[in-house]
């Protein structure tokens, strides 16, 4: 293994599903729904497959059939609008439009910015290609219910002159909060001010609860030209095994993304483009109820954590709840992640593995509500059992 690669191991997903699996606990550590998505558009990807479309090599950049729904959708929901020919490219899930962009875009030894406790995938790409990641550390805050907020004057001290690009994450994985207007338009005028690109993963930006909304970062002024955006079909549609993602963007911007995806998978997924196009067309009322039964999810997982004696942060987003397991008398989330499923048959995720800073992310254990109603009254009896 490389020496770019050897702090990374094995992902903290691969390794807590197995121990679920070994110990028989109920995994509200990686974050999958247990429930798949819509029977209308698991048809559409048999009658593909059925008809042929998909079964050999899908162009480069993606069927136009998924190309065209991806501008579609951008623009429905966001007044956003892009040429599905030039600024739009189909990547293997959002995981692989995170590699694509950050190896075409940062050159060995740029900076990139990027919002810590920060999805896994982040640090390891930055790393392969040749970068340097800066973490800017989302910190609890008390206001309007515990949540995470990112502190401006700690982003824009930062920047330096070697900063090549932002990372940027909204809904945020793994602390459940939604980036608002204003920090949206100081990430903006920061980006504009000191002309940086900006990556944008954006694949939860159907799961947002309460009063909080998504807002794209391409949208603000000064930022269609700069940013990448990243959306995904598993988090959307509940399809996560079949690794359908997108990038929108500036043409200059997907043509270098495509120069680095043509080398990694080339194309992926066939049929199951054709599928994710018709669901892209859904009616509104499909990621309505989306929304709302996962965020009865989430209301059910949060009173049952802190009944269990979590302290609970507010998520608005995503559909992860982290918690301070401090309140339990606890302070190292590793150990107690790795304990939990012989003390209460649950597994769970230490937020440490998101941060470079690790005694800063150490009390934080991460618990995902994807799951069927049943199986999270079950696991939250068992926490209360365990702790309460
Ligand atoms: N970004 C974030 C923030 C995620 O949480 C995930 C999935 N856990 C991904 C990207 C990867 O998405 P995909 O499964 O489409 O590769
Ligand atoms: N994105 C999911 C999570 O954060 C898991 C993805 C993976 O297993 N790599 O839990």
């Known amino acids: ?22 110990t028989g606990s109920i995994n509200l550590g990686q974050g999958f729904p247990d429930t798949d998505g819509p029977e209308e558009v698991r048809e559409a990807a048999v009658r593909a497959l059925r008809e042929g479309r998909g079964n050999q090599y899908p162009p480069g950049s993606g069927v136009p059939e998924l190309r065209i729904a991806v501008a579609a959708h951008q623009r429905r929901r966001y007044g956003l609008s892009y040429d599905p020919d030039t ?17 075409a875009l940062v050159e ?35 206001d309007g219910g515990a949540a995470f907020r990112l502190d401006l004057d700690e982003l824009r001290a930062a920047v330096t002159d070697r900063t090549r690009l932002l990372l ?18 100081a990430i903006a005028e920061l980006a504009v001010e000191r002309d940086l690109l900006v990556v944008t993963d954006e694949v939860y ?3 947002v609860f309460d009063d909080a909304e998504h807002l794209p ?29 997108w990038v929108t963007g500036a043409p200059d911007l997907v043509a270098a993304v495509r120069s680095a995806k043509q080398y990694l998978t080339y194309v992926a997924s066939g049929p199951f483009q054709y599928a994710v196009a018709e669901a ?29 004696g979590f302290e609970v942060f507010r998520t608005v987003g995503t559909y992860f709840i982290t918690t ?15 304990a939990l499923p012989e003390r209460a048959g649950v597994v769970a995720i230490p937020n440490a593995v998101f941060y470079d800073h690790r005694e800063e992310g150490a009390p934080f254990v991460r618990f995902a509500f994807c799951k069927r109603t049943e199986v999270l009254t079950d696991a939250t009896e068992r926490l209360r059992k365990a702790f309460a």
């Open 324 to 338: 301070d397991i401090r309140s339990l008398g606890e302070s190292d989330g590793f150990a107690f992640c790795r």
């Open 87 to 103: 600024e739009v490219l189909v990547t293997a899930g959002a995981t692989e439009a995170i590699a694509a962009a950050l190896l």
């Open 280 to 308: 892209l067309a859904l009616p509104d009322s499909y990621f309505e109820a989306f929304r709302a039964n996962m965020m009865a999810k989430r209301d059910l997982l949060a009173t049952g954590l802190a009944d269990a």
């Open 217 to 245: 970062l391409a949208a603000f002024p000064g930022m269609r030209e700069r940013t990448v955006t990243i959306g995904s079909a598993g988090k959307t549609f509940s399809f996560t095994g079949w690794k359908v993602g």
């Open 108 to 142: 060995p030894g740029d900076e990139v910015v990027a919002l810590e406790p920060y999805y896994d995938s982040y640090a390891a790409c930055v790393a392969m290609a040749g970068g340097t990641r800066v973490p800017v550390t989302l910190r609890p805050h008390l």
């Open 205 to 207: 930006e159907h799961l």
């Open 1 to 22: 293994l490389n020496r770019r690669l050897t702090e990374f191991g094995t992902t903290i997903f691969a390794e807590m599903s197995a121990l679920a699996l070994r």
């Open 168 to 185: 940027i994450n909204t809904p945020h994985n793994p602390t459940g909060t939604v980036l608002t207007r204003a920090e949206l338009t």
